[in-house]
């Protein structure tokens, strides 16, 4: 099974200022044949289900914030919020998707410095 | 808009089976692959199940092969899942998500969930 693993799990950013979340699969998601990474990232604020923010490691879903942006390939990744708001405060996960089982970094909590 | 429903949780002894219903509206529904996820109390999230539009191809996590069974009627526009020899360490609340047309890939959007537990 691909392990995904997140770092850090927490994190406290004051607000306007950068926040970025780490995510390293135990194997590649790069799949060579159309080179892309076979990675989403979501968003769970408390008593919330997870909402999707982006996909192919770096897609934006229609209608998040253009502050959110995800880079990386292979095996690293990386969620970035440019400029923190406090509607941000929220659990993300990242997810592989290349293989079943898809699989979840563990979460990381970011909240408000 | 799209919108996911589930219902049929509740509390169950081990051993015993639940059945867990997700109702879709606002979306072809016979077109996309449809999930069963699952985060237990305070923790992470777990993918259990996905299949197809047609209804199959069928996946599941190891956990549950064998006790869970996934499955859908797409004339009702309704996913269900089917779970037997419930275990303690199934205690969770379930979500109902709609994957992507092609295969199951990412998960959006996904319903309130219903939570599931396991008690004697």
């Known amino acids: 099974d691909f392990v995904v693993t997140q770092s850090p799990d927490s994190l406290a950013v004051s607000l306007g200022e950068r926040a970025t979340i780490n995510c390293k699969s135990s194997?590649?998601?790069?799949?060579?044949?159309?080179?892309?990474?076979?990675l989403a990232w979501y968003q769970q604020k408390p008593g919330q289900p997870p909402k999707l923010l982006l996909y192919w490691a770096s897609t934006r879903e229609s209608g998040v914030p253009d502050r959110f942006s995800g880079s990386g390939s292979g095996t690293d990744f990386t969620l970035t919020i440019s400029s923190l708001q406090a509607e941000d405060v929220a659990v993300y996960y990242c997810q592989q998707y290349y293989s079943t089982p898809y699989t979840f970094g563990q979460g990381t909590k970011l909240e408000i410095k | 808009q799209v919108q996911l429903v589930e219902s049929g949780g509740g509390l169950v002894k081990p051993g015993g089976s639940l059945r867990l219903s997700c109702a879709a509206s606002?979306?072809?529904?016979?077109?996309?692959?449809m999930s069963w996820l699952r985060q237990a109390p305070g923790k992470g999230l777990e993918w259990v199940s996905y299949l197809s539009g047609s209804g199959t191809p069928i996946n599941y996590v190891d956990s549950v092969k064998g006790r869970f069974t996934i499955s859908r009627d797409n004339a009702k526009n309704s996913l269900y899942l089917q779970m037997n020899s419930l275990r303690p360490e199934d205690t969770a609340v379930y979500y109902c998500?709609?994957?992507?047309?092609?295969?199951?890939?990412?998960?959006?959007?996904w319903g309130q969930g219903t939570l599931v537990t396991v008690s004697s």
């Open positions: 998500a709609r994957a992507n047309k092609e295969r199951a890939g990412w998960f959006d959007p």
């Open positions: 194997q590649s998601v790069l799949y060579n044949s159309n080179n892309k990474n076979y």
């Open positions: 606002g979306f072809t529904f016979s077109d996309y692959y």
